[in-house]
Nanobody
């Protein structure tokens, strides 16, 4: 299973960015799919996660500004980031919990990370 993320970049504070991630390979189903981030010197943290059933979970720091959405048939997750702040600067990692075959357990997979930099 590979997770290919795109959409990071440099933006001014108050601006917007959209991240996209598509999972490929042997995929029977994806349970959770979303985004983590890691800023320099900090631990990786969950930012926004979405379940196959449509439930979402956000870090308190991004509620009201970020929106996660999934296209289940395309194994894709999007992260719309609005009103960006300098403290949102981090490497953003796509994350998915995938069942490769009908009889296999779910396992976690990570994308390669995409840099988001918000200038003040």
């Amino acid at each position: 299973v590979q997770l290919q993320a795109s959409g990071g970049g440099l933006v001014q504070a108050g601006g917007s960015l959209r991240l996209s991630c598509t999972a490929s390979g042997s995929i029977f189903s994806i349970n959770v799919m979303g985004w983590y981030r890691q800023a320099p010197g900090k631990q990786r943290e969950a930012v926004a996660l979405g379940t196959s059933g449509g439930n979402t979970n956000y870090a308190d720091s991004v509620k009201g500004r970020f929106t996660v959405s999934r296209d289940n048939p395309k194994n894709t997750v999007l992260l719309e980031m609005n009103s960006l702040k300098p403290e949102d600067t981090a490497v953003y990692f796509c994350y998915a919990v995938v069942k490769k075959f009908s009889g296999s357990p779910y396992a976690a997979y990570w994308g390669q990370g995409t840099q988001v930099t918000v200038s003040s």
